[in-house]
């Protein structure tokens, strides 16, 4: 369940990023406002998906002027209709991404990229092989005259490469220099979605350039069924990601009967940032599988790793699990398994400590006074 939550932003991304490429290529031969209007709309519409698909924008202004070049008449009236449209529709994403910039440090949990996943993302290994494959059979059909001739009567626009490059490079090069040049690290797959869109116009505009029908066709179906071919056979595709279900439901079944309150530490980097919300952990965003999985019994919550306000709040509670002589629980990814062992470790002057075991990566500890 939370991973079609987490995902779904995404795929939402990526057919805004459609769409307004589709708007953009329409605007080349329409002089509507209201077309225009709407491109502005649904370029801010990327953004509500997820902040940093704004990485396309640029790329979306320069394509506009290089879509619009041949009809200077109209590109500036389009220009000032869309660009109102869209700092209206942008206008509530201020807030969020002024925060994101304030809090840019805290959503860091990923590798710095290389110079071979820059590439590997622009044209992975086997796209190469296939492109080296048709091109040799194209170079071959070339040498009939057939096929020269056919080269001799194709009709080369310079806005259409351009346009795709932009669309696959401008975004990807933004999140590599980001990512590169500062310690902030979002050359993330997920986040690299939304150069996809550009770069697969990119293979589109160079399998174009194959003038023979069956090697096009050639080039396409090869793609597709290599891709489908690699990714099916890596060793982690019938793996699902972990999840807090079992876990949960462990917790729930154990500590019901007496109210027994839950510990859970969260799994969000961004937790480890901020100030546990008491009280009001089920409806808070660094503990969203509480949202969907049932957990009736007083929650604790804990940041992701062990800090001072792990220690703060788990000491705090020791105390008061202490006067009181109550039993409690523990739940915790494997990432928070420090906290666990302290935790463990501060109680057990006073608690008796049985481990219910691991639940597809989700530890479930259980504390019982000693006396």
């Not at 995404?10 to 209201?34: E, G, K, P, Q």
């Not at 066709?217 to 699902?240: D, G, I, K, N, Q």
Request: hydrophobic share 50%; charged share 15%.
């Amino acid at each position: 369940v939370f991973a079609s939550i987490d995902v779904r932003p995404y795929a939402f991304a990526v057919l805004t990023v459609n769409a307004a490429i589709f708007i953009l290529l329409r605007l080349r031969n329409s002089d509507s406002s209201w077309l225009a209007a709407l491109f502005g709309v649904v370029a801010a519409g990327v953004v509500y998906f997820h902040l940093l698909f704004a990485a396309i924008l640029p790329a979306f202004v320069l394509c506009f002027f290089l879509v619009k070049a041949g009809s200077r008449r109209t590109m500036w009236r389009q220009f000032g209709v869309a660009s109102p449209a869209f700092v209206l529709a942008f206008l509530p994403l201020i807030p969020g991404i002024v925060n994101l910039f304030r809090s840019a440090g805290t959503h860091v949990y990923e590798k710095p990229p290389t110079t071979l996943d820059l590439l590997f993302t622009i044209a992975p290994s086997w796209v190469i092989g296939l492109f080296v494959v048709a091109g040799l059979v194209a170079c071959v059909n070339a040498a009939t005259e057939k096929s020269r001739k056919r080269d001799a009567s194709g009709h080369f626009e310079i806005w259409r490469p351009l346009v795709c490059a932009s669309l696959g490079l401008i975004p990807l090069l933004l999140l590599y220099g980001v990512s590169v040049g500062t310690s902030i690290h979002m050359f993330a797959s997920r986040h690299l979605l939304v150069a996809i869109p550009g770069i697969a116009l990119c293979w589109a505009f160079v399998a174009s350039r194959f003038r023979l029908p069956a090697v096009r066709l050639f080039f396409c179906v090869a793609l597709v069924a290599l891709s489908a071919y690699v990714y099916l056979t890596y060793p982690s595709f019938r793996e699902h990601n972990f999840s807090w279900k079992y876990a949960i439901a462990v917790a729930q079944k154990n500590a019901a009967p007496d109210n027994a309150p839950v510990i859970v530490c969260s799994e969000f980097p961004e937790a480890d940032y901020v100030t546990m919300p008491l009280g009001s952990a089920k409806e808070s965003r660094f503990f969203a599988p509480l949202s969907y999985y049932k957990l009736t019994v007083p929650v604790v919550p804990m940041p992701r790793t062990l800090n001072a306000e792990t220690v703060r709040v788990g000491t705090q509670f020791l105390q008061d699990a202490t006067r009181k002589h109550q039993r409690f629980l523990a739940i915790a990814y494997k990432e928070s398994h420090p906290s666990l062992s302290w935790l463990a470790e501060q109680a057990s002057p006073n608690f008796k400590v049985r481990d219910l075991g691991r639940f597809d990566q989700v530890d479930v500890l259980e504390f019982t006074p000693a006396r």
